[in-house]
């Protein structure tokens, strides 16, 4: 009787079908996870080099307006084909620039950096530039008259 539950049990040593289906339904489930997990990994790569190059991009239009010294008040925008031709093709900026209503000698600069499908993402940077010319030596300001 040994022999024969021996033999029984070795013939019946393998898996059943139902165990592999089982055990293909979780491995396939964790790789699905593992894909997942993978696929935004990346995506979080490619929105940081993104970020990386927008902010770049927002100081070297900045850099052009410090050498401006005081850059006049108004909007300007444009792309950086004149400054990197076929580098940053969806990238374009906008460079705000406002007087300070409390400081005459002091602007506002603010650049914004649009990327992305759409032009839907924004970096933006802002400065505050204060004027080297003393307010008495700029044209159209007031100046003291001498009393009669």
């Known amino acids: 009787m040994t022999e024969v539950r021996g033999t029984y049990a070795r013939a019946n040593a393998g898996f059943t079908l139902l165990e592999v289906m089982l ?3 979780v491995l396939g489930i964790a790789l699905l996870a593992l894909l997942a997990l993978h696929h935004q990994s990346l995506q979080s790569v490619i929105h940081g080099q993104d970020v990386t190059r927008a902010a ?13 010294r005081f850059p006049n008040p108004g909007v300007t925008k444009g792309n950086f084909q004149s400054l990197f031709p076929d580098e940053y093709p969806n990238f374009t900026w906008e460079q705000i620039v ?6 005459p000698d002091v602007c506002k600069v603010q650049v914004i ?5 759409k032009q839907s993402k924004s970096f933006s940077l802002t400065e ?5 010319i003393p307010i008495e030596m700029m044209p159209g300001a007031n100046t003291p008259q001498a009393a009669p």
């Not at 406002?98 to 400081?103: D, H, I, M, Q, V």
């Open 23 to 25: 055990a293909m339904a």
């Open 56 to 68: 770049a991009l927002a100081q070297a239009v900045m850099s052009a307006a410090e050498l401006e």
């Open 98 to 103: 406002s007087l300070s209503g409390a400081f």
């Open 113 to 117: 950096v649009f990327y992305g499908p």
């Open 128 to 132: 505050f530039m204060h004027n080297p």
